[in-house]
Structures are given as C-alpha cells and as structure tokens.
C-alpha cells in the first residue's frame, strides 16, 4: 500500500514562498514518475512539476518555470516543491502524486490519470 502525505502549504502574500513536501510510505515503493498537481476552485487538475524517476528529467508546466522548482531525497523518500515568486494565480489545492509506469511522454504531459497514486493535498492560498 503507497501512502502520500503532503505537508507545508498556507497563506502567503504574493511575491513570497513556500516549500511543499510530500512524504510517501510502502517499503516496496519504487516509482518511475512522481510529481505535483494543483486544483484551483473551479478549475480542472493540472500538472505543476513532475520528475521521471530512472533517468532524473524535471517537467514543469509553463506557468511555474522559473519560479518553481521540484525535487526529491531518495533516502527519505520525500518530494519537494519550492515555489517562489507566487502569485495569486497559484491559489490551489496542491497534490503530491506518483506512477508505476512513466515515460519521457507521460513525465512531459502531465497527465494525471497516468499516477495510480495520490495524496490528500496542501491548500496554498495567495493573496495580492
């Protein structure tokens, strides 16, 4: 069983950061792509940053680069999000997310029903 805690979202002005982690858990756990996604309110998810594991390529949508950035600690088994320069347009439900079966395609388009496996989510909230 994967199981994906994500942690560190809140309430920034916009201009600041935050960093988000997403924790995940399952001895067994070795996924080929993990990533982040958001949902606005009344939006549709959309993907934020997403990394194909075995070969360490980072994608990130077009409107978080340069200011975001998505990384991970093997060894903790933890993902990170940095995010900088926020805007009131990253207002959203953030999710930490993660797929058996990746590929330079799947990693790129960041389609969310590619990941099997998802967290529950850290609200950010930026004000203007």
């Known amino acids: 069983q994967v199981h994906l805690v994500e942690s560190g979202g809140g309430s920034v002005q916009a201009g600041g950061s935050l960093r988000l982690s997403c924790a995940a858990s399952g001895s067994t756990f070795r996924p080929a792509c993990i990533g982040w996604f958001r949902q606005g309110s009344g939006k549709e998810r959309e993907g934020v940053a997403t990394i194909y594991v075995p070969p360490g390529y980072t994608y990130y949508a077009d409107s978080v680069k340069g200011r975001f950035t998505i990384s991970r600690d093997s060894t903790k088994n933890t993902l990170y999000l940095q995010m900088n320069s926020l805007k009131p347009d990253d207002t959203a439900m953030y999710y930490c997310?993660?797929?058996?079966?990746?590929?330079?395609?799947?990693?790129?388009?960041?389609?969310?029903?590619?990941?099997?496996?998802w967290g529950q989510g850290t609200q950010v909230t930026v004000s203007s």
């Open positions: 997310a993660a797929a058996v079966y990746c590929s330079t395609e799947i990693a790129s388009r960041q389609w969310a029903p590619s990941f099997q496996h």
